[in-house]
């Protein structure tokens, strides 16, 4: 096996017993970017010189016996969490030359655990996409398939995860981010319960919804990355304080006792045939493991999700995004006076995408159109919490697809926005709902992966882990990579 390909875990136990030097594996990893980047572009920045120097500190301490399961393992960070003395993008003109005086929270304890950081991963401008197509730089492609999208908005890190560009990533999931890339590129992603993980240092989109996971090869390695980010941090004020659990000890291989349901307004309308029946056979899966599974459940509000976060998250965006104004930090551009400038900082430096969320989001909050807007689905988003609520007092987990379709081709959505959105019909919910949901690889359809969604109520992400680490365990479609090289893409 490559070097690049490894798990956390099995990295880790090469660490260890020092058959591997953390300089060895990252140098491993380094040149492996440098042979597939020039296919996928997964990167905004390939932090080298920074990588070899905490590779060369990992080892210091894996000698000493000082090492924790992160100790020296290849990481990418998603270019909107900020990393000290290193560029932070967000994929976006505006803060193409930004780089960060501090380390957000999670970058910090990945610091503090040993990371190598590899480098920032690609996405979509500010985090608002579903296919990487709205980075300011430059698209990610798909490694399962050149010509298709990798997801978005973290499809950087989706892909460097799936090629081996780096063994391990952090995302951030605002509608979906983390879990429908991860399902297109065939790897494991978490948006833990809101508040579980600190947002310190992420950059706004939406901070109601904002929120960062892991992006891995599988399930074991979903734990361990979590063990380490979990946590209260008083500097961000949504964080909560409750006990972070050993999550490896839920990685149990069976189901038994456990209760699933799997709601029906998620096999939507204009799903793919393909994914549905991977989905039924992956259900079916799980109640061979042992799981209760009741096929019939109704989530009827469901069907407003999309329309309440497309008035939500631009409403907040839109409050965000006014500290962009050429002053404080970012892009600048001259003016005639400070409104001119202003503009014309705006002007350049956000791109459309951005700017309709904007617009979007400056017109739902407008005095007269609040109420018939932002309030009604403010309400909305109450009603889809509480019917979650209702179905966790009866079932364990509930499970839907990732995404209704297999990623689509570079180009066929972008023109069209209300395409690009309904790529997010499943995933929205559970961040208007503040639930976890983990993504897991649960098949294939004409050749191009479909991930199966676990969710559960706040805080079970033990749970989620469970269902996840027995269905991959009895399955092993996660274990497939995708084949750069042989097929010469
Ligand atoms: N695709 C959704 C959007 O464009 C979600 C993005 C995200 O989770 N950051 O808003």
Redesign the pocket.
């Known amino acids: 096996m490559n070097r690049y390909d490894l798990t956390i875990h099995q990295a880790h136990q090469l660490l260890k017993k020092r058959e591997v030097s953390a300089l060895e594996l990252t140098k491993a990893v380094l040149e492996h970017i440098a042979h597939v980047e020039k296919k996928v572009h997964a990167f905004v920045t390939v932090t080298a010189d920074e990588a070899l120097r905490q590779a060369a500190q990992a080892d210091e301490r894996i000698k000493s016996d000082d090492l924790t399961p992160l100790t020296g393992v290849p990481a990418l960070i998603k270019d909107n969490m900020c990393t000290r003395g290193i560029a932070t993008t967000c994929s976006s003109r505006m803060l193409e030359n930004f780089v960060p005086p501090y380390d957000a929270t999670v970058v910090e304890k990945l610091r503090d655990a040993g990371m190598v950081m590899v480098g920032k991963g690609n996405m979509?401008e500010f985090?608002?996409?579903?296919s990487n197509e709205h980075s300011a730089f430059f698209i990610t492609s798909n490694p399962w398939d050149l010509a298709r999208v990798p997801g978005?908005?973290?499809g950087g890190p989706a892909v460097a995860v799936s090629t081996g560009e780096a063994i391990y990533a952090l995302g951030?999931?605002?509608?979906?981010?983390?879990r429908?890339p991860a399902g297109f590129c065939n790897i494991v992603g978490l948006k833990p319960t809101y508040g579980r993980v600190s947002r310190f240092g992420l950059v706004a989109?939406?901070s109601s919804?904002?929120q960062i996971g892991s992006m891995t090869r599988d399930v074991a390695d979903s734990a361990l990355v979590m063990n380490v980010i979990a946590g209260y941090d008083p500097r961000d004020s949504t964080s909560v304080n409750y006990p972070v659990p050993d999550y490896t000890k839920s990685l149990i291989p069976d189901l038994k006792g456990l209760k699933l349901g799997v709601p029906k307004e998620y096999f939507v309308e204009g799903m793919q045939r393909g994914v549905e029946e991977v989905m039924r056979t992956a259900i079916a899966k799980l109640e061979e493991l042992g799981a209760t599974v009741d096929w019939e459940v109704s989530l009827s509000h469901t069907k407003y999700a999309l329309a309440a976060?497309?008035i939500i998250?631009p409403s907040e965006a839109m409050a965000n995004l006014a500290r962009y104004d050429g002053v404080k930090y970012g892009f600048s551009y001259e003016g005639k006076n400070m409104w001119d400038a202003m503009e014309k900082t705006r002007g350049y430096g956000f791109g459309p995408?951005v700017k309709r969320?904007i617009i979007l989001g400056t017109y739902a909050l407008s005095a007269g159109y609040y109420d018939a807007y932002y309030l009604k689905a403010q309400k909305v988003r109450t009603l889809i919490r509480r019917e979650f609520e209702e179905a966790f007092e009866r079932y364990d987990a509930l499970i839907t697809p990732t995404s209704p379709t297999v990623p689509f081709k570079i180009g066929e959505r972008v023109d069209d926005p209300l395409q690009?959105?309904l790529?997010?019909v499943c995933?929205?919910p559970i961040?208007i709902a503040g639930i976890p949901g983990l993504s897991v690889p649960a098949g294939f359809c004409d050749g191009l992966p479909v991930g199966m969604q676990i969710l559960g109520k706040p805080f079970s992400e033990e749970v989620l882990f469970r269902i996840g680490y027995a269905y991959e365990q009895a399955t092993g479609w996660g274990e497939r990579r995708p084949q750069l090289e042989k097929e010469g893409k």
């Open positions: 979509d985090a608002m996409g579903s978005g908005s973290s951030s999931d605002t509608g979906g981010s983390i429908q989109f939406a919804l904002d976060y497309y998250a995408e969320r690009m959105y790529s997010d995933t929205l961040n």
